[in-house]
C-alpha cells in the first residue's frame, strides 16, 4: 500500500508546552501519520515556544493583547494556521477561550486534552477539585472542540487512581505521564481517520477502540 502523506498538524499553545512535547516526539517516527507544521502561541513567554525551536519547529507568536476583540485574534490564529497549510489543530495547554466563527471553521478537524474524565471536571483546577470531591478515579480526556468549552465529543480517556495520600500535585503528574502518551494516539487516531465527528458525536473505528480507552495503567508510579 502507498503510505498516505503525513497530515499537517498546527499546535496552539500558552505555556509549558508538555503535551505539544510528546505531540513532537510522536511526529520523530515517520510512520507516524502526522507532521508539526508550527506552533503558534498567543503569549511570547510560553516556555514550548523554545522547546519547538529546539526541535526546528516554526514558531509564531500572535498575541491576543496586540488584537481588539477575540474574533480579531482568531481570525488572525486561522490566517497563520492557513499560512503554513495545517489541516489539523490540536490544543496543547492553549488557555483562550476560542470564538464560535473559528471552532466552525476547525469542526472536525480541531482536538484538545483536557486533564480530567470529562464530563466531569470542565474548566480549570480539575485536579484540586477532583480532590475535593473525593473520586477514585480521575484522569484525562482528549476530544474533538466544539462550541462549549470543554463539551466536544470523546475521543479517547485515560484513567489513573486517585491514591489517599494524593496531592494536587502528585496527581497532576500521574495524570500528566498519562497524557502524554494519550494525545499522541488520540492524534494519531484522527490523523488516520479512525476516529472522526459525525452527528456531534466522536465515531471511533473498531480498529482503534482499545486504543482510546487507556485504562489505570501502567499501574500508578509507572
Ligand atoms: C495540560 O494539563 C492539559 O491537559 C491542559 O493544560 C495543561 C497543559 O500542559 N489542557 P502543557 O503545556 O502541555 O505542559
Known amino acids: 500500500m502507498t503510505p498516505q502523506p503525513r497530515k499537517r498538524v498546527g499546535v496552539l499553545i500558552s505555556g509549558r508546552g508538555s503535551n505539544m512535547a510528546a505531540l513532537i516526539a510522536a511526529t520523530m517516527d515517520p510512520a507516524y501519520p502526522a ?45 497563520a494556521l492557513k499560512g503554513v497549510g495545517a489541516e489539523y489543530v490540536a490544543l496543547a495547554g492553549y488557555m483562550r477561550l476560542l470564538s464560535p466563527h473559528f471552532v466552525r471553521k476547525w469542526q472536525g478537524r480541531m482536538i484538545n486534552i483536557h486533564p480530567a474524565l470529562l464530563p466531569s471536571f470542565k474548566g480549570l483546577d480539575t485536579h484540586a477539585r477532583a480532590l475535593a470531591a473525593g473520586v477514585r478515579i480521575h484522569g484525562c480526556t482528549v476530544h474533538f472542540v466544539t462550541e462549549g468549552m470543554d463539551e466536544g465529543p470523546v475521543i479517547a480517556q485515560g484513567a489513573v487512581r486517585v491514591l489517599p495520600e494524593d496531592t494536587e500535585e502528585t496527581l497532576s503528574a500521574r495524570v500528566l505521564k498519562v497524557e502524554h502518551r494519550l494525545y499522541p494516539m488520540a492524534l494519531r487516531l484522527v490523523c488516520e481517520g479512525q476516529a472522526r465527528m459525525s452527528d456531534g458525536r466522536a465515531v471511533i473505528d473498531h480498529k482503534g477502540a482499545d486504543d482510546a480507552e487507556y485504562l489505570l495503567s501502567p499501574p500508578e508510579g509507572g
Open 35 to 79: 507532521e508539526i507544521v508550527a506552533v503558534v502561541s498567543n503569549v511570547a513567554s510560553a516556555k514550548g515556544l523554545e522547546t519547538a525551536e529546539r526541535h526546528g519547529i516554526a514558531t509564531i507568536v500572535i498575541a491576543h493583547r496586540d488584537y481588539e476583540s477575540r474574533a480579531a485574534h482568531d481570525d488572525a490564529v486561522h490566517a
